[in-house]
Antibody, heavy 124, light 109 residues
Framework: EVQVVESGGGLGQPGRSLRLSCTTS????????MNWFRQAPGKGLEWVGF??????????HYAASVKGRFIISRDDSKSIVYLQMNSLKTDDTAVYYC???????????????WGQGTLVTVSS | EIVLTQSPATLSLSPGETATLSCRAS??????LAWYQQKPGQAPRLLIY???NRATGIPPRFSGSGSGTDFTLTISSLEPEDFAVYYC???????????FGGGTKVEIK
């Protein structure tokens, strides 16, 4: 069964850092781009960023709201993708979701599966 | 940044009726548009990708159409489990960017 499971959420202080992990199983992790999304309480969905496969350089791209503060990385040997969140702001409070590209080696608008999400609360 | 506008914000329908949801892009996104369903407390679920391709396991009552700037998600003969919030999503190849619409809530009338 293909699965993605987020972890690492919790309370973070403004200006500090937090690292989320997305542990995957059931597929050849290195063949897929991986993505992070978030949803603030009671709000809509927002794209955070993605990381390509090593075949395509493992390059990363971010939403303007997190660029320069968040870093996505991947460990293909462990089938895990990370979201390093630095210089946290109260506006970063949200449920963070990890999602796999639908098709291996192809960027489309399909993301599946999604994890159940992990809540990050930024507050002093 | 491409802006996606979904309408209506809320759709009140009865089971068995047909739901027609609209998503309009501020500039052409070709066919790079998807539809996701989200129920309270759950992760989004992929329904339609690249405008008209139904994801695995999605019932045929869900269909997507459109290209360029105007897209439609049609849910024929609503089932009780279809009452949820629906989001459209676009993907720009360069610069790499993804944006969601504000969502349409399909509620029971």
């Amino acid at each position: 069964e293909v699965q993605v499971v987020e972890s690492g959420g919790g309370l973070g202080q403004p200006g500090r850092s937090l690292r989320l992990s997305c542990t995957t199983s059931g597929f050849t992790f290195g063949d897929y781009g991986m993505n992070w999304f978030r949803q603030a309480p009671g709000k809509g969905l927002e794209w955070v960023g993605f990381i390509r496969t090593k075949t395509y350089g493992g390059t990363t791209h971010y939403a303007a709201s997190v660029k320069g503060r968040f870093i996505i990385s991947r460990d293909d040997s462990k089938s895990i993708v990370y979201l390093q969140m630095n210089s946290l702001k109260t506006d970063d409070t949200a449920v963070y979701y990890c999602a796999r590209d639908l098709v291996r080696f192809l960027e489309s608008t399909g993301f599946d599966p999604w994890g159940q999400g992990t809540l990050v609360t930024v507050s002093s | 940044e491409i802006v996606l506008t979904q309408s209506p914000a809320t759709l009140s329908l009865s089971p068995g009726e047909t739901a027609t949801l609209s998503c309009r892009a501020s500039q052409s996104v070709s066919s790079y548009l998807a539809w996701y369903q989200q129920k309270p407390g759950q992760a989004p679920r992929l329904l339609i990708y690249d405008a008209a391709n139904r994801a695995t396991g999605i019932p045929p009552r869900f269909s997507g159409s459109g290209s360029g700037t105007d897209f439609t998600l049609t849910i024929s003969s609503l089932e009780p489990e279809d009452f949820a919030v629906y989001y459209c999503l676009q993907r720009t190849i360069w610069p790499p960017e993804l944006t969601f619409g504000g969502g349409t809530k399909v509620e029971i009338k």
